[in-house]
Every structure is written in structure tokens, then in C-alpha cells.
């Protein structure tokens, strides 16, 4: 049985949140074909409109989405309209509960939180939005951290952060020197610039 990755997709989601995890689980296919399945879904089948303009058409929607193994979460603006979509909200709570990994990218924990999904964990999310979170008091919101792991929860703070994350989530199901050979194919070996400016 292959291992099926569905990223959810919806309006003003923030693109590299989707598009960084998808690109680490699309490598990991690589060699794989047989074994690795990633699909988009969102609501509907239509194109849905990221934060920044970008236009993506979904694999499947909500009815026609593959079973599940891995389901990631991502953020942008999207998701404080979406945290009201109760469609939305069902669809992740049945699905994480068959998923052997739930996994979020920045705001993605607020829809992981409004569905009732990471009530009670641990988690985190992008650095502007902790307080936010924090104050709904549905889970203990850690902050300073890459990536968090509760059980086969795992959430991450903003965009790049989902990268590790992910490359994290493939080590955990393949082992970390094929997440590391992922790492080194994609030439993932972040070093920012102006680090070293005063």
C-alpha cells in the first residue's frame, strides 16, 4: 500500500506553506513511485487563489480525496476565515483520525485547534500568531521552536519551518538517511543571508 500525503488547499492559504512540504514529499516519491502518493485537496474541485495571487487546481476535493496517511495543514490569512468553515473543519477531523501523521505549517494549528484536532497538545505555530492562539485555550501553544511533535501530531511555526518539519515527518516513515538523501537532492541547506550583519 502506497503512502498517501494530502495537502489541503483553500483561499489565501500562504503559498510556500503548501508548496515547501509538497516539494519535500514529491522528492521523497522519487525512486518511490510505487510507494508515495501526494494529492491536493481542497473543498471543491474549482482553482483555489493562494495569499499572493498564485492559482492552484486541486487534485480532489473533500468527496473524491484517496484515503489518507499523512495529512498537512497549511497557513495564511485563509485560515481566519476558515476557522468558521465548518465543512472544512469536519472534513479534517475525520480524516486526522485516520491519518498516521496530522501535521500543520504556521497558522495551519488554528484550523488543527478549531477542529478539535490538537485540543489538548502541544503545539506551535508562526511567531505573530502564538498570543492569538494562545488565547483561544484550546492547546498549550510552545513558541521559539521549529517544530513540534505530540503523538502523531506535528506542527511547525512559519513557511521554511514546514520544510523541516516535513523532511522530519519522511524520516519518521522512511527513516532519517533517505529524509537525508531528500535533504541533499533538493539542496535544502538553509543559510540566510545578512546573518552575519551588525
Not at 132 to 158: F, H, Q, W
Amino acid at each position: 500500500m502506497p503512502t498517501t500525503f494530502g495537502i489541503l488547499l483553500f483561499d489565501d492559504v500562504e503559498e510556500l506553506d503548501f508548496a515547501g512540504p509538497w516539494e519535500v514529499f514529491a522528492m521523497a516519491a522519487r525512486g518511490r513511485e510505487e510507494d508515495v502518493r501526494v494529492v491536493s485537496v481542497a473543498e471543491r474541485a474549482e482553482p483555489v487563489r493562494a495569499a499572493h495571487g498564485l492559482r492552484v487546481i486541486p487534485d480532489c476535493d473533500f468527496a473524491s480525496a484517496p484515503p489518507l496517511d499523512v495529512l498537512l495543514v497549511p497557513g495564511g490569512q485563509g485560515t481566519r476565515r476558515e476557522v468558521d468553515n465548518p465543512v472544512l473543519l469536519d472534513w479534517i477531523r475525520k480524516n486526522a483520525a485516520r491519518c498516521q501523521w496530522v501535521t500543520s505549517v504556521c497558522t495551519g494549528s488554528l484550523l488543527l485547534c478549531a477542529s478539535e484536532v490538537a485540543k489538548g497538545k502541544r503545539i506551535t505555530t508562526h511567531w505573530a500568531f502564538v498570543a492569538n492562539l494562545r488565547e483561544r485555550g484550546e492547546a498549550t501553544v510552545l513558541e521559539g521552536v521549529r517544530y513540534v511533535r505530540d503523538g502523531n501530531l506535528v506542527t511547525s511555526a512559519g513557511v521554511s519551518a514546514g520544510i523541516d518539519m516535513s523532511l522530519w515527518v519522511v524520516g519518521q516513515l522512511y527513516g532519517p538517511d533517505y529524509a537525508r538523501k531528500v535533504q541533499h537532492f533538493m539542496e535544502y541547506d538553509p543559510a540566510p543571508p545578512y546573518t552575519a550583519e551588525v
